[in-house]
Every structure is written in C-alpha cells, then in structure tokens.
C-alpha cells in the first residue's frame, strides 16, 4: 500500500540544526521528495533523492534515505526564520506515476 | 507563460451550485496532477493525467468529481453539488515527461458555503 508518514510538528531553536523526518510504506519507491510550502505560498521543491542513494546534499539541506527502515529525512543545518513552513516528504514509484504526499510537518523557530 | 497558472485564486460558492477550476500547465509538460489540500492537512492526490494515456482517476473522492485535460494541455477540475466538505485549496502541478521534478501552482482556494 501506499502511505506516507511524517510527525506534525516540530520547534527547533535558531541556528540549531532542524531534522525532520518521514516513512513510508512502498518498498518499491522509486524517487522520494521533500517539499516546502511557506505560509500562503504554492509548493517548492526542496530535493529529491533516487532509492538507490543512502544521501545527498545541497547547501544546508541533507537527505538521508535508510531503505531497509524505509526512512528518510531531512537535515537543516543552521536553522533560520525563512526556514519557518511546513515541510512534505512525498514519493513516487517511478517518473510514470503519482506522488504521494505525507501530511506535513510543521517547521517552527525560536529565537 | 513561466510557471502553471491556475484559475479562479479564489473561488466561494453556495452548497449544491457546480464549480470548475482551471490549470494552465508549463508549456509542453506532458503530465499534469490534480491535488487537494484541506486546512491544517497534507496534499490528497486526486487526478493525473500523462500525455495520452488513460487518467489516473483513483483519487477522485466521489463521482461528483470530474476532469478533462483538452488538447494535453489545459485542464479543468470540475466539482458538481458542492459540499462544505468540499472547500480546501485545489493544487495543479505538471511535469515533463520521465522527470523528475514536479511544478506547482498557487492553486484554487475553493469555499462552499
């Protein structure tokens, strides 16, 4: 089946690191996702990571994939005040397919 | 134009009227989605259209629900005898074929009073 999980909310103190987590149900995912999505703004796509990778960085964002847990997550190092929205993991089976949205954690910081 | 466009921004209308939501997807795009995301919650998907294929329709909550994508290039989302339940923000996405990333639009913020 396909499901997505991810914790609602989560409060991190600025410049501490944020790490945001997700699992997922389909072992057979293909392309996993993290979104971000800022108080009354459209959906941006932060990074996407291929099953067959463990990681992969961008700047002050790191993804790891555990695929035998099917679990991953996003790192943000440096946590500042634009960082504040909330956050989807999504996945996908293969590019021919739909995504798969979890229902968001709430990335909130404290001064 | 630059990105997916969707129209009305903003649309409020009584319960039981019918509603239809506009995607203009990035020029060429060959796969566009439908998604719905209610207040406080994640993204449902609804609908997704590849190139000529057969819709994916298996997200579409009841028959009340329907979508046409003319031409593989705009789409319209309709809604017939809208409910409360109804209202949520209606996101349009689309992509070129085989890739990986997906474009969203600002979406159709729908109340049914």
């Known amino acids: 089946g396909e499901d997505v999980e991810q914790s609602l909310f989560l409060s991190v103190r600025e410049g501490d690191s944020s790490v945001i987590n997700c699992t997922y149900t389909?072992?057979?995912?293909?392309?996993l996702y993290w979104y971000k999505q800022e108080p009354g703004a459209g959906l941006q796509l932060l990074t996407y990571?291929?099953?067959?990778?463990d990681m992969k960085q961008d700047q002050r964002l790191t993804v790891l994939l555990n695929k035998k847990d099917k679990h991953l997550s996003l790192r943000i190092a440096d946590t500042q005040t634009g960082d504040s929205a909330i956050y989807f993991c999504?996945?996908?089976?293969?590019?021919?397919?739909?995504?798969?949205f979890g229902s968001g954690t709430r990335l909130s910081i404290r001064p | 134009g630059a990105g997916v466009s969707q129209s009305p921004s903003n649309k409020v209308t009584e319960k039981g009227k019918d509603v239809e939501l506009r995607c203009d997807p990035i020029?060429?795009?060959?796969?566009l989605y439908w998604y719905r995301q209610s207040l406080g919650q994640g993204l449902e998907f609804l609908i997704y259209?590849?190139?000529?294929?057969?819709?994916?329709k298996s997200g579409l909550p009841s028959d009340r629900f329907s979508a046409e994508r003319t031409g593989g290039s705009v789409s319209t989302l309709t809604i017939q005898r809208t409910q409360q339940e109804d209202s949520a923000v209606y996101l349009c996405a689309s992509s070129s074929a085989y890739q990986e990333t997906q474009y969203f639009g600002p979406g159709t913020r729908l109340l049914v009073l």
């Open positions: 389909d072992s057979s995912s293909t392309y």
């Open positions: 999504a996945e996908r089976k293969s590019s021919a397919s739909k995504i798969i």
């Open positions: 990571i291929f099953s067959n990778m």
């Open positions: 259209f590849q190139g000529n294929s057969a819709p994916d």
């Open positions: 020029s060429g795009h060959t796969a």
